[in-house]
């Protein structure tokens, strides 16, 4: 009986894990996301006061959330979005149009790869 309790708790404790992982991951992706199109929407309209202000927000949420993100998950990839929010923001510091925009779709990218790895799927499993 001692065994089934011990493997029921661990299982529990499993399952919460994950839903609360999944459920920092999605908070990450989606607020990394809404940033990119924030600064995207400022990059082509000429705003490069606020465009580095929004690359300095969106450099402050990776340097929060990436630490704990990449415990659960690979690591390369947030080290990838952490090296581009890093370029982006000297970028945007110069006032160089094209790079900053090929910066910010280059982020989105990555996140939509990340949200589709992180996806429960066959492909995923196998």
């Known amino acids: 009986m001692k065994n089934v309790v011990i493997s029921i708790v661990l299982f529990l404790s499993l399952l919460i894990f994950m839903v609360y992982s999944n459920k920092q991951l999605h908070n990450f992706c989606s607020a990394v996301s809404d940033s990119c199109e924030e600064l995207e929407a400022l990059l ?24 704990m993100i990449s415990v659960f998950m690979n690591h390369a990839d947030i080290d990838t979005v952490s090296h581009e929010v890093y370029k982006l923001t000297q970028y945007v510091k110069q006032l160089d149009k094209s790079e900053s925009l090929a910066s910010v779709h280059i982020l989105k990218h990555h996140i939509d790869n990340i949200v589709s790895l992180q996806r429960l799927s066959i492909e995923n499993i196998f």
Do not use: F, G, N
Not at 54 to 65: G, Y
């Open 44 to 67: 082509k309209d000429d705003e490069w006061d606020r465009s580095y202000d929004e690359a300095c927000s969106l450099l402050d949420i990776v340097k929060s959330e990436a630490p």
